[in-house]
């Protein structure tokens, strides 16, 4: 194998204060809670220290996007469509800086997100920016809902915000964003964009701190849509608490994808499809493939040349670009991977992984596959949220079908076959909100993105994203 010499990105891009306060009403202003240390999970350095809203400054956030409503609403939409017009210009011309603060905060390639989360993000804001002043033509109306409330998980710190700011901007509202716990910088960082922009204050407001500020963003009687990515278990909280308040309610939850590889499938093709599935973003994704169903007769040779394919992966410091494999995101996170992966032993299944040397400093998980797992093995049903791959066999496509909708989530699939119609009968059969053909976690602003059963409900993303911030 290639030694690669390193390619650190620098870090002087990106200008770290030692402290961040809360963003309400266009300004930066003190929380009322005890600050929190966001830390690297790649060296467990301390980046900053971050305030936390308590429930009076939750008010005053949402009180600020009260008043802001009013006029923003009010604008034409051309005019709204300018300013998200503008973010989105902004981001490119900063993506350098919001990629290496995203892989510092986060433990994630610069790869991915230089390549693929940054891009994205400004994508969403240009999309949603050409809605705007279209609105009657998606057939929900144009009247928007008010106040946003909005819930954002670790994985995909600046991906998320945007997949919730851009189409609630764009239909009027104004939003009360709370970022994760563990990686709140690119949100603070898009609160410098927003300012830049001279986005009107009160608009978009952000609030940082732990479950308890989400909660009170979540139970606030002024807010009238709550948005919220995250944890089946988090969800179903949400869901009761917003259960008879007239709150509008989008949930984006947990997902235990199946990975479907037929036996005419294109071999070195799907190899890179379940590397990409599972092992992007160290399996810090709500959709990975985490599930990899292959046809019992090509299942040897494919383990195989997968195998040999994790063992060219290469692990270690997030800000080199030839890193594969990042840091886990946090020390709680990585507990429990290690607590699934060791129960998937205990109960019979055979782990593997590539001979991988793991830094002494930071949260570290070497890329893992089981085999021998049956359908009642933990780690086939519950979401393990790492870089973990479940491997299980099948015969029929029937079969494959029983199989992979043999789990209470339903949020992805991916099916590898080189027949049109087999894609299509499986696409029909399965219940997933996202089935991928020959190929995996490919995400476009146009394309909507949701799931069924406990991975939730409602779509973001494309004109269906505009459904959930209008008054329908």
């Given at each position: 194998?290639?030694?690669?010499a390193p390619a650190?990105?620098s870090r002087d891009?990106?200008?770290l204060?030692?402290?961040?306060g809360?963003?309400i009403n266009?300004?930066?202003?003190?929380?009322?809670?005890?600050?929190?240390k966001?830390v690297n999970?790649a060296?467990e350095?301390?980046?900053a220290e971050?305030?936390?809203a308590?429930?009076?400054d939750?008010?005053?956030a949402?009180?600020?996007?009260?008043t802001?409503?009013?006029?923003?609403s009010?604008?034409?939409?051309a005019?709204?469509a300018k300013?998200l017009?503008?973010?989105?210009?902004?981001?490119?011309?900063?993506a350098?800086?919001?990629?290496?603060?995203?892989?510092?905060?986060?433990?994630?390639?610069?790869?991915?997100?230089r390549?693929?989360?940054?891009?994205?993000?400004?994508a969403?804001?240009?999309y949603?920016?050409?809605w705007?002043?279209?609105l009657?033509?998606?057939?929900f109306?144009t009247?928007?809902?008010g106040?946003?409330?909005?819930?954002?998980?670790?994985n995909?710190?600046?991906?998320m915000?945007?997949?919730?700011?851009?189409?609630?901007?764009?239909?009027?509202?104004?939003?009360?964003?709370?970022?994760?716990?563990t990686?709140?910088?690119?949100a603070?960082?898009?609160?410098e964009?927003?300012?830049?922009?001279?986005?009107p204050?009160g608009v978009v407001?952000i609030?940082?701190?732990a479950g308890?500020?989400?909660?009170a963003?979540v139970?606030?009687p002024d807010?009238?849509?709550?948005a919220f990515t995250g944890?089946t278990?988090?969800?179903r909280r949400?869901?009761?608490?917003?259960?008879?308040?007239?709150?509008?309610?989008?949930?984006?939850?947990g997902?235990?994808?199946?990975?479907?590889?037929f036996d005419?499938?294109?071999l070195d093709?799907?190899?890179?499809?379940?590397?990409?599935?599972i092992?992007?973003?160290?399996?810090?994704?709500?959709?990975?493939?985490?599930?990899?169903?292959v046809?019992?007769s090509?299942?040897e040779e494919?383990?195989?040349a997968?195998?040999?394919?994790?063992?060219?992966l290469?692990?270690?410091?997030?800000?080199?670009?030839?890193?594969?494999?990042?840091?886990?995101?946090?020390?709680?996170?990585l507990?429990?991977?290690?607590?699934?992966?060791?129960l998937?032993?205990?109960?019979?299944?055979?782990r593997?992984s590539p001979?991988?040397?793991?830094?002494?400093q930071?949260y570290?998980?070497?890329?893992t596959?089981?085999?021998?797992?049956a359908?009642?093995h933990?780690?086939?049903?519950?979401?393990i949220?790492?870089?973990?791959?479940?491997?299980?066999?099948f015969r029929t496509p029937?079969?494959?079908?029983?199989?992979?909708?043999n789990?209470?989530?339903?949020?992805?699939?991916?099916?590898?076959?080189?027949?049109?119609?087999?894609i299509?009968?499986?696409?029909d059969?399965?219940?997933?909100g996202?089935?991928?053909?020959?190929?995996?976690?490919?995400?476009d602003p146009?394309s909507?993105?949701?799931?069924?059963?406990?991975?939730?409900?409602?779509?973001e993303?494309g004109?269906?994203?505009?459904?959930?911030?209008l008054?329908?």
């Amino acid at each position: 194998m290639f030694e690669y010499a390193p390619a650190p990105e620098s870090r002087d891009v990106v200008d770290l204060r030692s402290s961040y306060g809360l963003f309400i009403n266009g300004e930066f202003v003190d929380g009322s809670g005890p600050s929190f240390k966001t830390v690297n999970p790649a060296t467990e350095e301390t980046l900053a220290e971050v305030a936390t809203a308590s429930a009076e400054d939750v008010d005053r956030a949402v009180r600020a996007a009260r008043t802001a409503f009013d006029g923003w609403s009010a604008l034409p939409g051309a005019e709204r469509a300018k300013y998200l017009f503008r973010i989105a210009r902004i981001i490119q011309e900063r993506a350098r800086e919001l990629a290496v603060l995203e892989s510092l905060d986060n433990g994630k390639p610069i790869r991915e997100s230089r390549d693929v989360d940054v891009p994205l993000v400004a994508a969403h804001f240009f999309y949603y920016a050409g809605w705007a002043d279209k609105l009657r033509y998606a057939g929900f109306g144009t009247k928007p809902l008010g106040v946003a409330g909005q819930v954002i998980p670790w994985n995909f710190p600046l991906l998320m915000l945007a997949w919730k700011i851009a189409p609630a901007l764009a239909c009027g509202n104004t939003v009360v964003l709370k970022p994760a716990e563990t990686t709140p910088l690119t949100a603070l960082l898009f609160a410098e964009i927003c300012r830049q922009a001279d986005l009107p204050p009160g608009v978009v407001n952000i609030v940082t701190g732990a479950g308890e500020t989400g909660a009170a963003v979540v139970a606030h009687p002024d807010v009238n849509k709550v948005a919220f990515t995250g944890s089946t278990e988090v969800g179903r909280r949400i869901a009761r608490a917003v259960a008879g308040t007239g709150k509008k309610l989008t949930l984006e939850l947990g997902g235990k994808a199946a990975n479907i590889v037929f036996d005419d499938a294109a071999l070195d093709q799907a190899v890179e499809g379940i590397v990409n599935g599972i092992f992007f973003n160290q399996g810090h994704v709500c959709c990975a493939g985490s599930r990899l169903l292959v046809q019992e007769s090509i299942a040897e040779e494919l383990l195989e040349a997968l195998k040999r394919r994790l063992g060219s992966l290469r692990l270690g410091d997030p800000l080199d670009k030839n890193t594969d494999i990042g840091a886990i995101n946090s020390a709680e996170q990585l507990a429990k991977i290690r607590r699934l992966s060791d129960l998937g032993e205990a109960e019979g299944a055979e782990r593997w992984s590539p001979a991988c040397r793991l830094p002494e400093q930071g949260y570290w998980f070497p890329p893992t596959l089981f085999t021998g797992v049956a359908q009642s093995h933990s780690i086939a049903r519950e979401e393990i949220f790492g870089p973990v791959l479940s491997v299980l066999t099948f015969r029929t496509p029937a079969e494959a079908v029983e199989k992979a909708n043999n789990t209470p989530y339903g949020l992805s699939a991916g099916v590898w076959t080189e027949k049109g119609s087999r894609i299509l009968w499986m696409a029909d059969k399965l219940r997933a909100g996202v089935v991928w053909a020959n190929t995996f976690n490919k995400f476009d602003p146009t394309s909507p993105f949701g799931g069924y059963k406990e991975s939730g409900y409602g779509r973001e993303g494309g004109l269906a994203g505009l459904e959930a911030y209008l008054d329908v």
